[in-house]
């Protein structure tokens, strides 16, 4: 086993690092978190749990067909309704009716059209949620209903999948089968990837098409806030949200306001996973708020949830791999599809990482991607956890081993051959310009004990508690899988984040301030930017600022970013506050100090000690600065062979899953679920637990259980008792083994920690499942039918 | 329709109640107790777990109505005037809170199986909260929660 150099601290146990000034609490620790009392309290105020007196209900009528025009929207029996506001259309929307993340093409409300079932229509305002969600039915909608494009390959006018002529996909003509859902076609965007030679040609090649079924982030806050209208025809909108500057960017262009009047307030978010990346109720509310000039709340329920945000795009893919006899890749080819559903949300960049990230971390000289996002009349699909390279780790891990079982290799010793490593050059071309463990990982999970064999105890049986076996019929398989993500934004794209940091003097002793705007969705940025200020300024007390629009942006709480992008920016405000406190400190003391740093509360040098505490330094005054921190430029890929450097940083993980399966009753268990990961640095080894035993589960999830059943392009299971997430019966053991191998280029050498574990468990799990039955599995998630072939 | 019941200890009259509300609607909206949490409101994630006449019920599967008379005690009962319950500051210590949504409904679980069994095994910690959804955690830490409280409870008469 290969082990990091002496120099590079891993493992994090919770003990600090080998900074200095590292005060209680600071990076290394795992204080706890700021928010946790009110959280186990019951007391924290979550975006659904907001109460103003005087306040009305808000709910959106939504369209029951997935294609169809409308021909007419008849409100006046709902606005009759007593106790009724307020009852709005797309004629009311102040702005433009139209907003997006990437690309705008969405409508606020509907207007002529609807492109998915769930979209919304009328929004009605009434002092009691019962009557308003009653006033909604009775608005009349006059629909024509059109026939849905429900499949992504036929709305692109693709031949039929199977077709032995298949065309090349440059050749694709737009919507030749089918109408287009929006003006411009049904093409979202077509990577190209072209690395070596096309031609290329190996002893062995394997091929295969996967499909990924569509997830939900299933967060369980529900979409929700609290629109407030001032008397100045502004609003104040306190919204569980990722990013608060991209909202209000939106809400200002649908309500034709400037940003001044339309002010965001981080409510409580409870979970987010992506699904809160897109607007939901923030214009709806701030227009009903408007209208009626009083507060409105608008909370959806489960089922609307369902429709309520963009889930992970359901995939088709079909891989071809090619290699020597002993084993080295000579090419892989693939054709991905996309269904970004009706609109465009986060498809074009889903469609960059999954593209370019497509074939894994692996070594290939020659290498053709082409990866389409496309428009269906489907659910629309966006950001979630993973992003893109979740549905192609299923297809490429599943292609290794198929490749391993051709070539009769050990999959761990394929994968560890071809192992992507620091140097090597990816997909895109671009050169891996720090640490890429990826053979490291995969041995030292091997090096992990295996769990015991299973037990009497039927509980630990697939079925469990149901009783439905002793044993009989049940096999064990064990698989493996690895991946790498990207961290922060891609491809040109500069997703700055901004911290506001003041200190200042309060009893006699220092107190910081941390402003920013970045969102807290129950990672623990709220603990990781009170650590970095007192690493950084020596002070035990710091006091995490409401997260608002008074601060600059944040950037997204997406791609695992926010410890290097908002972290990174609190690191550099509390250089510039030290910065300003020492300057001070030598003024007053009227001579230079050298070597001076803050300490546990005051101004120390090792050569003089103790010099004068910060509360003295300061007195009354205080010392603020705000700064902006931008990771290192990215580049557009190019248009014909996606070369380009495209990604800021990239995150590694592997995971190695043991699974039982009743091979008689199709029925599963997850016996361990074992993850390697190399995080650069753990600011908090707590956190990095939690999030990589998160990730895994819901990578896990999306194997066994979770897909959002779409039949006609309507979903059929709106609801926690037809999508299954795994319960704490489903999800087994952890163990965890943490590297730390520092990336030069990012703040304290972390590495974006929250997304890699949900890509690598899912295959894994996968893995294990084939090894147990000899089935090929091509289709995520697996089904018992899919394992008893009934 | 007016509703008397004790919640959290104290006398509570609500008046103007719609039949149609559900208990977890009462308590979020009309008692100023946001606390259980409504994240499916149709009885799967157990978020909003609560005890009724001291048997832990999912407060949206329950008619405001049907507390006439009775008690209740919600996730912003349990902590005592000398601070939180052993199981809250748990599963905050134990990192097993990080959106913390399904957090409420969990510690009322884990109160309820706690009281009922000393130091359960991991496979009856498991049982016990099987109807408890988490999103976020994995659940790792809080089956680490749960036998950290389990072992400070022990042989205290909670």
């Known amino acids: ?790 | 329709m007016r509703i008397t019941a004790t919640v959290n200890g104290q006398h509570r009259e609500i008046d103007d109640v719609w039949e149609g509300e559900s208990l977890l609607y009462v308590l979020r909206e009309r008692m100023g107790l946001p606390g259980s949490k409504n994240a499916c409101e149709q009885g799967e994630c157990g978020s909003c777990t609560v005890y009724l006449d001291g048997v832990a019920a999912c407060a949206c599967l329950v008619a405001g109505g049907q507390i006439e008379g009775r008690d209740v005690v919600t996730v912003e009962g349990l902590a005592g005037d000398d601070g939180l319950h052993p199981v809250q500051q748990a599963f905050l210590e134990a990192g097993a809170v990080q959106c913390g949504f399904c957090t409420p409904g969990l510690i009322v679980q884990t109160h309820d199986l706690l009281s009922r069994v000393d130091n359960p095994s991991d496979p009856e910690i498991r049982e016990a909260l099987a109807g408890n959804l988490c999103r976020c955690t994995g659940y790792e830490k809080i089956l680490d929660a749960v036998r950290l409280a389990a072992g400070r409870m022990a042989g205290s008469d909670r």
């Open chain 1, 1 to 790: 086993m290969t082990t990091p150099p002496e120099a590079t601290p891993r493992t994090p146990t919770g003990a600090p690092g080998s900074l200095e000034n590292t005060a209680t609490g600071g990076i290394g620790a795992s204080p706890l978190r700021p928010d946790g009392t009110l959280k186990v309290t019951g007391e924290f105020a979550y975006s659904s749990d907001l109460w103003m007196d005087d306040m009305l209900w808000g709910v959106t009528l939504r369209s029951p067909h997935p294609f169809a025009r409308i021909r007419a929207v008849n409100i006046g029996e709902a606005l009759a309704t007593p106790g009724v506001f307020a009852v709005l259309t797309a004629d009311d929307v102040p702005g433009r009716n139209i907003y997006g993340l990437e690309l705008s093409d969405q409508p606020v409300l509907a207007k002529d059209v609807v492109r998915y079932q769930g979209e919304a229509v009328a929004l009605v305002a009434a002092n009691h949620p019962e009557i308003a969600r009653q006033a909604a039915k009775r608005i009349r909608v006059d629909y024509q209903v059109w026939e849905p494009v429900t499949d992504a390959r036929d709305a692109l006018g693709h031949p039929n999948w199977n077709r032995l002529h298949d065309d090349p996909a440059e050749d694709v003509e737009l919507s030749r089968s089918a109408a287009p859902i929006h003006p411009k076609g049904n093409l979202v965007r077509h990577l190209k990837i072209r690395k070596g030679d096309p031609e290329a040609r190996a002893d062995v090649v394997v091929s295969g098409e996967y499909s990924v079924g569509m997830q939900d982030q299933a967060f369980l806050g529900p979409e929700s806030g609290l629109a407030v209208p001032d008397d100045q025809g502004g609003v104040d909108l306190y919204v569980a949200t990722q990013w608060l500057h991209v909202d209000q960017r939106q809400l200002c262009t649908a309500l034709d306001l400037p940003p001044e009047q339309v002010r965001l307030t981080l409510a409580g978010v409870g979970g987010a996973f992506g699904g809160r990346e897109d607007l939901s109720m923030h214009v709806h509310g701030c227009m009903l708020a408007l209208r009626t000039g009083k507060p409105v709340k608008m909370v959806y329920n489960r089922e609307e949830s369902f429709f309520g945000h963009v889930h992970r795009h359901p995939a088709e893919m079909r891989y071809e791999h090619g290699a020597t006899r002993d084993g080295r890749l000579v090419f892989v080819n693939c054709d991905l599809y996309f269904d970004g559903g009706a609109y465009a949300s986060s498809t074009p960049a889903v469609v960059g990482n999954g593209g370019t990230m497509g074939i894994g971390p692996y070594v290939v000289p020659n290498v053709r991607v082409d990866a389409y996002g496309v428009y269906t009349n489907n659910p629309p699909c966006g950001a979630m956890r993973g992003f893109g390279s979740v549905q192609t780790a299923y297809a490429y891990e599943a292609q290794m081993d198929k490749l391993a079982a051709e070539l009769g290799i050990d999959p761990v010793e394929l994968r560890v051959l071809n192992a992507m490593e620091e140097g090597s050059v990816t997909p895109h071309g671009q050169v891996v310009d720090s640490a890429a463990p990826v053979a490291e990982l995969l041995r030292r999970l091997q090096a992990m004990p295996l769990p015991a064999p299973r037990g009497d105890d039927i509980r630990g049986l697939p079925g469990g508690v149901s009783n439905t076996t002793h044993g009989e019929g049940v096999k064990r398989g064990v698989g493996y899988a690895v991946t790498y993500k990207n961290v922060a934004f891609s491809e040109g794209f500069d997703d700055h984040s901004t911290a506001r940091v003041r200190v200042e003097a309060a009893g006699g002793k220092p107190v910081a301030v941390v402003h920013t705007a970045a969102a807290e969705v129950g990672q623990g940025l709220v603990t990781v930017e009170q650590q970095i200020c007192r690493t950084e300024l020596g002070i035990d007390d710091v006091i995490v600022h409401p997260k608002n629009t008074d601060v600059g942006s944040g950037g997204s709480t997406s791609a695992s970013r926010q410890t290097y992008m908002t972290g990174g920016a609190v690191k550099l405000a509390c250089e510039a506050v030290r910065y300003g406190v020492l300057s001070l400190a030598a003024e007053k003391l009227g001579r230079p100090i050298p070597g001076a740093r803050l300490a546990d509360g005051d101004v120390v040098s090792d050569s003089e000690g103790v010099l004068i505490s910060i509360a003295d330094v300061l007195g009354d005054g205080a010392v603020e600065e705000t700064r902006e921190h931008h990771h290192r430029p990215t580049q557009e890929l190019d248009e014909e062979t996606g070369q380009g450097f495209a990604h800021v940083q990239y995150s590694f993980s592997a995971h190695r899953a043991v699974v039982d399966v009743d091979v008689d009753l199709g029925l599963l268990k997850v016996v361990e679920l074992a993850c390697s990961q190399d995080v650069g640095k753990a600011l908090n080894p707590q956190a990095v637990e939690g999030q990589i035993q998160g990730g895994s589960t819901q990578g896990m999830g999306l194997a066994i259980m979770e897909e959002i059943v779409v039949r006609d392009a309507k979903i059929r299971n709106p609801s926690f008792t037809d999508y299954l997430i795994p319960t704490i019966l489903d999800t087994p053991r952890m163990p965890i083994d943490v590297l730390e191998y520092a990336d030069p280029h990012a703040p304290y050498g972390l590495r974006g920690v929250g997304e890699a574990p949900t890509i690598s468990s899912g295959p894994a799990v996968t893995a294990a499942i084939r090894q147990a039955t000899g089935l090929p599995l091509t289709r995520v998630p697996v089904r018992p039918e899919h394992i008893t072939g009934t």
